[in-house]
């Protein structure tokens, strides 16, 4: 066992838990490491520099987590990494014994996960084990879609937008960028199947690619009008909500509108639930804006954001049966 140093060893005998410690502390227990690092291994490069090891892939695992999760870029998690013990810690880096891995080395390991279309390879293993957990039903799906913003400006080196990305108006308001639209499991919450497009795609074209195919039940909003004659989304029992004009226009004092509004409740309290996913990686994650430029590796993120989130969804679950594991 290596001996650690002593501002490790004085770090750790402070008496108050950080949320920031808190939060990587269930993270730890949560994240089915080994599981993903056996996804990553066999394409991890074996050798590096002459004279010089690489860097081994649970350590970049960590590093990579850490950026999704914080919304930092290659160079802002470098200097977190030597700012923070905690982050340091988690990821497994002892500054008296070896250096933080610069920004490019963690740009080199986002490549190879873009290249072998391993963020997806990553969010199916993690559903895998959710599954296995009995925290993935297949009887029900809710599809949504959230636009996120891009740049708009053309103050650049090419004087242009994103070619890939492309404006659309909700409400009253325009927005330019790409849509994360999401199947999410109706009993648990938890995301199943993500589809990036750019944001002037109409969430009606997609619903049938967010089915998994064995659920009997589809929950969408106003937005979903029609998808019933999509002869690819023709096979569950679909509840689209009524469109906003029309709920308006009901009569409050009619039976028969008391009981229109109440089965519109009864589906918006359903669809809710897919709205925990995009609070997650948009408030907790700070996802609020695409990080890079075009579509694939906006999706391949989304990938990673939307496989991480479902483990916050599920933490509790999953915290107590590693309580029962460990006890």
Same mark, same amino acid.
């Given at each position: 066992?290596?001996?650690?140093?002593?501002?490790?060893?004085?770090?750790?005998? &402070?008496? &108050?838990?950080?949320?920031?410690?808190?939060?990587?502390?269930?993270?730890?227990?949560?994240?089915?490491?080994?599981?993903?690092?056996?996804?990553?291994?066999?394409?991890?490069?074996?050798?590096?520099?002459?004279?010089?090891?690489?860097?081994?892939?649970?350590?970049?695992?960590?590093?990579?987590?850490?950026?999704?999760?914080?919304?930092?870029?290659?160079?802002?998690?470098?200097?977190?990494?030597?700012?923070?013990?905690?982050?340091?810690?988690?990821?497994?880096?002892?500054?008296?014994?070896?250096?933080? %891995?610069?920004?490019?080395?963690?740009?080199?390991?986002?490549?190879?996960?873009?290249?072998?279309?391993?963020? &997806?390879?990553?969010?199916?293993? /993690?559903?895998?084990?959710?599954?296995?957990? #009995?925290?993935?039903?297949?009887?029900?799906? /809710?599809?949504?879609?959230?636009?996120?913003?891009?740049?708009?400006?053309?103050?650049?080196?090419?004087?242009?937008?994103?070619?890939?990305?492309?404006?659309?108006?909700?409400?009253?308001?325009?927005?330019?960028?790409?849509?994360?639209?999401? #199947?999410?499991?109706?009993?648990?919450?938890?995301?199943?199947?993500?589809?990036?497009?750019?944001?002037?795609?109409?969430?009606?074209?997609?619903?049938?690619?967010?089915?998994?195919?064995?659920?009997?039940?589809?929950?969408?909003?106003?937005?979903?009008?029609?998808?019933?004659?999509?002869?690819?989304?023709?096979?569950?029992?679909?509840?689209?909500?009524?469109?906003?004009?029309?709920?308006?226009?009901?009569?409050?004092?009619?039976?028969?509108?008391?009981?229109?509004?109440?089965?519109?409740?009864?589906?918006?309290?359903?669809?809710?639930?897919?709205?925990?996913?995009?609070?997650? /990686?948009?408030?907790?994650?700070?996802?609020?804006?695409?990080?890079?430029?075009?579509?694939?590796?906006?999706?391949?993120?989304?990938?990673?954001?939307?496989?991480?989130?479902?483990?916050? /969804?599920?933490?509790? %679950?999953?915290?107590?049966?590693?309580?029962?594991?460990?006890?």
């Amino acid at each position: 066992m290596s001996q650690r140093s002593f501002a490790s060893a004085e770090y750790a005998l &402070k008496k &108050k838990q950080t949320r920031r410690e808190k939060f990587l502390s269930e993270m730890e227990r949560v994240v089915p490491w080994s599981r993903l690092i056996a996804v990553i291994e066999p394409l991890y490069p074996k050798s590096g520099r002459v004279g010089r090891q690489p860097i081994g892939v649970p350590k970049m695992l960590r590093m990579y987590c850490l950026q999704q999760w914080y919304g930092l870029a290659d160079e802002a998690l470098e200097d977190a990494l030597y700012d923070s013990q905690a982050l340091r810690d988690f990821v497994g880096i002892d500054l008296s014994r070896e250096s933080v %891995p610069d920004a490019t080395t963690l740009l080199k390991f986002r490549r190879l996960l873009l290249e072998n279309d391993l963020t &997806k390879a990553l969010f199916d293993e /993690i559903n895998a084990h959710l599954a296995e957990k #009995g925290l993935l039903m297949r009887a029900g799906t /809710i599809v949504d879609a959230t636009i996120i913003a891009a740049p708009s400006s053309t103050k650049n080196q090419g004087n242009t937008r994103d070619p890939e990305m492309h404006q659309t108006k909700k409400g009253n308001a325009w927005h330019f960028g790409m849509k994360a639209h999401i #199947g999410v499991d109706a009993e648990s919450g938890l995301v199943h199947t993500v589809v990036g497009t750019a944001a002037n795609v109409s969430d009606v074209t997609q619903a049938g690619a967010l089915l998994h195919g064995d659920e009997t039940m589809a929950f969408g909003d106003a937005g979903y009008r029609g998808v019933q004659k999509r002869e690819e989304a023709k096979r569950p029992k679909w509840h689209v909500a009524m469109q906003p004009g029309k709920r308006r226009l009901l009569d409050p004092t009619s039976k028969w509108a008391q009981l229109l509004e109440r089965a519109e409740q009864l589906k918006a309290s359903v669809r809710a639930k897919v709205e925990h996913p995009f609070h997650v /990686i948009k408030n907790l994650f700070r996802h609020k804006k695409v990080r890079y430029k075009g579509l694939a590796k906006n999706n391949a993120q989304l990938f990673s954001l939307f496989g991480l989130a479902n483990l916050v /969804i599920a933490k509790r %679950p999953l915290l107590a049966a590693h309580a029962r594991g460990v006890s």
